[in-house]
């Protein structure tokens, strides 16, 4: 007889009584994602790409850097690596809504989430705006919600310059994202 052990799910309220360790967790429907710390060319991205959202950005909104929780429900939420929401008039420990964008920097450890899993979530959660980073390549797509799924609204790759007009005006060149 072959013994099944019980998969255990957790809330968002069991990882925040969790040590902090430098480990990125996130749940999806209960069940757990744990990531370790990303390397360099990873963080290099981020803050840069944080740097030009935060000057193209309207005075409404307001970018977000991980880790920080974008919370859908307690048994699911994410810590993407950059969000884009409506300006809070108060603070919190979380972020609950929709974001008008969400930014993943692809890992070696997150690529199939990215691409697969979160792509899927935030579509249905309703963000109007997903961006794929690949700071190994270094490429950035940018994605525009249609329906229940991303379309591929632009791509650049190398030294090309992706520019969008949505959800504002700004230019992103991946190779300098990583300079």
């Not at 429907?29 to 030009?52: D, F, I, K, M």
């Amino acid at each position: 007889m072959v013994a099944f052990a019980e998969v255990k799910t957790f809330t968002w309220t069991d990882i925040q009584a969790l040590p902090s360790d430098g480990l990125r967790r996130e749940l999806v429907g209960g069940q757990l994602l744990v990531t370790p710390a990303p390397g360099w060319s990873h963080q290099r991205a981020v803050a840069n790409l944080y740097y030009l959202l935060r000057t193209a950005c309207t005075a409404e909104h307001e970018v977000v850097i991980a880790p920080f929780d974008w919370y859908l429900a307690e048994d699911t939420y994410f810590e993407p690596d950059l969000l884009v929401v409506p300006r809070p008039t108060q603070l919190t420990q979380r972020f609950e809504g929709v974001p008008l964008l969400v930014v993943e920097v692809l890992s070696p450890s997150t690529r199939t989430a990215d691409r697969v899993t979160k792509m899927d979530t935030y579509a249905r959660a309703g963000a109007p705006h997903y961006w794929i980073v690949d700071p190994e390549a270094p490429d950035i797509t940018a994605q525009t919600l249609e329906g229940d799924r991303y379309r591929e609204v632009g791509r650049a790759q190398g030294e090309e310059a992706l520019r969008v007009t949505r959800p504002f005006a700004v230019e992103v060149i991946p190779a300098r994202l990583i300079d």
